[in-house]
């Protein structure tokens, strides 16, 4: 039995706690929160000990969940991989590059298992196209959200869009070779609307829309590649695939164009949707990642490219608005 220690136990730490009770081979030890109003609230639903001080909890944990503000992110981990300890932290990895660049270090010499909380990657819609060979060369995503100021502690890079740099790097598999980005700070201290480009080694571009202040909610990807398009809507959970028919095509619909080979037949087809909680099975593969010994969906690694990539991002966005 795993032992699991959360750090963090605000909003979204709940739902942490919420799906670590449902998971079999681990065991909730406690909780670390220095707020007594979250820490009064969780012993009084979930009757958990809460730990004074975080290295007492570290010492009690096989796992450490990190669910607690990225300026905590580096410190905690740090504290748990020195002490051997298996760690699952929210995205981003950490607070700033170097940080984040200690941590990867420090992880491949303890020799444990990090995971990175990039959740859409357990998204249903995109789970549905494990089997699709994506290989697109241009990709076009909003991301918007209306405004809640429990996320400002970060800009709308590292709060929203980072979650779909992440799904693209996945899929892209190419060096970054340039990043073209604009935005503006509305309501916060940080950017809260941001518009970026970027343009991949092998070609691919992709236009990336995030927004923490919009009327109405939207996560869109569109995949467009020589052989298809693909629509992927995180939100309402459904993906979409437009291509040419070929034999294996079964149960799609179909209508013909006329184009200068000839007639051609074209195959809409919506691929199955599996419900889940995307939460819970992303702490569960993490729970697999350590009983098998296998590399986590998002690694330490992924993490550290992702945010790599936000941060050149926002040093984009700074140039521009002092020019």
Not at 89 to 105: D, G
């Amino acid at each position: 039995m795993l032992k699991v220690g959360v750090f963090g136990v605000g909003h979204l730490g709940k739902f942490h706690l919420n799906n670590w009770k449902e998971i079999d081979a681990v065991q909730l030890v406690g909780f670390f929160d220095p707020s007594d109003e979250n820490a009064s609230a969780v012993k009084e639903q979930y009757h958990l000990k809460r730990f004074k001080h975080a290295d007492d909890l570290i010492n009690e944990s096989d796992i450490v969940d990190i669910v607690a503000p990225t300026t905590s992110h580096y410190d905690l981990c740090k504290k748990a991989i020195l002490k051997s300890k298996h760690v699952f932290v929210e995205k981003p990895l950490a607070n700033t590059m170097a940080e984040a660049k200690e941590i990867v270090q420090l992880t491949k010499e303890a020799n444990i298992k990090l995971q990175v909380g990039h959740v859409e990657r357990f998204n249903p819609a995109f789970l549905a196209l494990k089997d699709y060979e994506l290989s697109p060369m241009f990709i076009e995503v909003h991301r918007l959200s209306q405004f809640n100021p429990r996320g400002t502690d970060v800009s709308v890079i590292l709060d929203l869009m980072i979650h779909d740099i992440d799904i693209i790097l996945s899929i892209v598999k190419s060096n970054v070779k340039n990043i073209y980005a604009n935005g503006v700070n509305v309501l916060s201290d940080t950017p809260d609307i941001a518009n970026v480009r970027i343009e991949f080694d092998n070609g691919c571009i992709a236009n990336l829309t995030s927004s923490r202040i919009s009327m109405k909610k939207m996560r869109k990807m569109r995949l467009f590649q020589k052989d298809a398009y693909i629509g992927i809507d995180f939100l309402n959970k459904k993906s979409e695939v437009i291509k040419y028919k070929t034999p294996a095509d079964k149960n799609v619909f179909t209508f013909d164009i006329e184009t200068n080979h000839g007639k051609k037949t074209i195959a809409i087809a919506a691929p199955v949707i599996q419900e889940n909680n995307a939460l819970k099975q992303e702490l569960q593969s993490f729970v697999d990642a350590i009983i098998k010994n296998h590399s986590p969906v998002v690694s330490d690694i992924d993490g550290y490219q992702a945010m790599e990539v936000a941060h050149l991002i926002l040093d984009k966005i700074n140039r521009n608005q002092l020019n």
